[in-house]
């Protein structure tokens, strides 16, 4: 797999229509309307009630066809004429999103006008050498992880020209995404939005790939990029400590040559927050006598084929889980705490069409609008509905008045399901606002597995885990294998690194349980380090993808090493006062998120504030990391 190739021709009149016949509506009006400059073809009946959270927008099939029919003689004329394509100007772009998105969309174009880059434009790249702003300078870096933030760290680094090291534990690239190898492990972010902009794969075989193809992408990426000569696999960094006379970190490493001490000139910490696995704090852990493990530590030795298998926990990876040993085990127990909200999504489990792929690579800007169409849903709308409005005033059961439709909606769809298990549907049905947990994709593959006769569900809390199972509201629930999908330890960040700062500080005693960054990046006190994927970036409903967010910070830590290197400083850090501002702002609209104001437990919160969650829109964080403000920081 190669990035960024070049288009191919679009070929015969009979090879485009058959291509068109698999593409996506919606993305297909926006790339002709572009690439012909007719926005006639932007007709109000080829667009449907809420058709931006639809497979092919809602249309109906004889909509559909007509679109397809106008499309394809829109690009045999433009293709007749020469076929060139540039970028849309303003007018155009703001004419066409205005359309897709059902309102102007003048506030967001400088942000869109980055989406619809070709991958060679790449407008996020730094546009900066370190040969150039400051030949000589004693400047290097350290990367903390190879996963989708370290690696994109690294490569943006040696774009700059500037030395780059990363230590990465693991003997592979790809972070979760080579740690996490549970049957049926998958995205729940459409495969087009998760990956890098400027890197984008074609030939995606699903709409929501799996594990392995995933892990593929990363490897490919960090060898055509160079990046992999620049990784130390097998090597931990147990400890950060800051020297206030050099003004250099020293990492001490546990490596395949044993422990040992380097230093750096800056960090930059890729190891996000899905990293750590939590298990659950009962009686007897580790008590029993059969195979037992996290989900996230999968034990490919245990056989689980016509094995009674207990899974605890309905979140994300129990959800994958459980339907894929269904079936195979002989019984399943699902041991759940609070269900999960299902999001209707019935092309979860299906394979792209191989029009996509070819429409990508054969069509100016199809792939482009079709990460827009991906995209678009989350700019506005969805965080608007988990949003608290106290007026409404808010309940357990919703938290505004869009929070109660959008939950009856999500109910509806989960009670058209259920018709045949009545039985089913009060523990299935969650009792909290929709936003307050993760929600989860849903084609139906979940209800009917917790439908089937091999499989039971458990809504007592586990109380103890004995040397036979596991029990629950005093039953004891024999088994011979034991799966722990019990998430992570979201909100401990950077752990378990023991970090030292200025004046001996331990960032962990600093925070207190609580972290917090400006921007999720640095910290005051904690000069030249910084961290991706950081406290309060994770993504709950903005569109986009962790991805998206780590390209935004990443840009921000190259304008801050940026001015560093202008302002012949040796070392950067967020003044006190803004960091304190900015988490003051980000604590009190997480206050007003369905997420803090539940009661319902989760790792989207720590106590009574979230460390973990981003609570403003995707366009929000673009603009604030766009730039590093020098008035923001300490430079010396």
């Known amino acids: 797999m190669a990035f960024s190739q070049p288009l191919r021709p679009i070929p015969d009149d009979e090879t485009l229509r058959r291509h068109l016949a ?42 559909q066809d007509e679109a397809r029919r106008l499309a394809f003689e829109a690009l045999t004329a433009w293709r007749d004429r020469g076929g060139t394509h540039e970028p849309p100007d303003p007018a155009l772009l703001r004419t066409i999103t205005t359309w897709a998105m059902g309102s102007d969309t003048g506030d967001l174009l400088d942000l869109l006008a980055e989406e619809i880059a070709l991958p060679q434009d790449d407008p996020k790249a730094p546009g900066w050498t370190l040969e150039g702003l400051r030949p000589g300078a004693d400047l290097d870096v350290a990367v903390i992880g190879a996963g989708f933030s370290g690696l994109l760290a690294a490569h943006r680094l040696g774009q700059a020209g500037v030395p780059v090291v990363v230590y990465e534990k693991n003997e592979d690239v790809g972070g979760t995404w080579f740690e996490n190898t549970y049957p049926g492990c998958r995205t729940d972010v459409a495969s087009h939005l998760y990956n890098y902009s400027f890197a984008p794969r074609a030939d995606w075989p699903d709409h929501f790939c799996r594990r392995d193809t995933v892990l593929e992408y990363l490897r490919d990426f960090a060898k055509e990029s160079g990046v992999a ?14 020297d206030e006379r ?25 190891v996000g927050q899905l990293n750590r696995p939590q298990l659950p704090a009962v009686d007897g852990l580790g008590s029993f006598t059969g195979p ?3 989900s996230a530590a ?51 489990h299906q394979p792209l069409s191989g029009s996509t792929s070819w429409l990508c690579e054969h069509l100016p800007y199809y792939a482009q609008w079709y990460r827009f169409w991906l995209f678009a849903p989350g700019l506005r709308g969805i965080l608007d509905g988990w949003i608290v409005d106290r007026g409404h005033p808010p309940t357990e059961r919703a938290v505004s008045a869009l929070n109660e439709q959008l939950r009856a ?26 936003g307050a947990k993760r929600v989860l994709r849903d084609d139906g593959t979940w209800l009917a597995t917790l439908k089937r006769d091999d499989v039971t569900l458990v809504t007592a809390p586990v109380e103890r885990e004995t040397p036979r199972g596991l029990v629950a509201d005093g039953e004891e629930f024999e088994v011979d294998v034991i799966v722990y999908a019990t998430g992570f330890q979201a909100s401990r960040f950077l752990t378990p ?52 967010f780590s390209e935004c910070a990443t840009r921000y830590v190259l304008d801050a ?35 803090v104001w539940s009661k319902v437990s989760g790792w989207y919160k720590d106590g009574s504030r979230s460390s973990t969650n981003w609570p403003f829109s995707a366009a929000e964080y673009w603009t604030r990391t766009r730039r590093a403000d020098p008035e923001h920081l300490r430079l010396r």
């Open 561 to 595: 090493i940026r001015l560093l290197l202008t302002r012949y400083a040796e070392a950067v850090q967020v003044r006190e006062d803004v960091h304190d501002d900015y988490n003051a702002w980000v604590d009190a609209a997480s206050a007003d998120r369905a997420w």
């Open 246 to 270: 050099e003004r250099r970190w020293h990492l001490t490493l546990d490596g395949p040559g044993g422990p040992r001490t380097v230093t750096h000139r800056m960090v930059i910490s890729a």
């Open 409 to 434: 909606s999500l109910l509806q769809a989960m009670e058209a399901q259920l018709t045949d298990a009545p039985e089913l549907r009060e523990k299935v049905v969650p009792r909290y606002p929709v």
């Open 497 to 548: 690194m023991k970090v030292t700062g200025e004046r001996g500080v331990d960032l962990h005693t600093h925070w207190g349980g609580a972290p917090r960054a400006h921007l999720g990046i640095s910290v005051p006190g904690f000069p030249n380090l910084f961290c991706l994927y950081g406290p309060n970036t994770n993504l709950v409903g903005q569109g986009g993808s962790i991805v998206y």
């Open 292 to 294: 037992a493990f996290h």
């Open 22 to 63: 698999g593409a996506d509506v919606p993305a297909l009006l926006l790339t002709v309307a572009h690439l012909t400059g007719d926005t006639a073809l932007l007709r109000d009946d080829l667009r449907a009630p809420g058709w931006l959270f639809q497979p092919q927008g809602g249309l109906t099939a004889a909509r």
């Open 229 to 242: 000569d620049r990784i130390r696999f097998g090597t931990e960094v147990r400890e950060l400590r800051w």
């Open 298 to 348: 999968w034990d490919h030795t245990a056989d689980l084929t016509g094995k009674r298998v207990a899974v605890v926990g309905t979140g994300a990876s129990a959800y994958q889980i459980v339907p894929e040993l269904a079936g195979a085990a002989s019984e399943v127990v699902v041991f759940q705490r609070n269900p999960p909200w299902l999001r209707p999504t019935p092309h979860y």
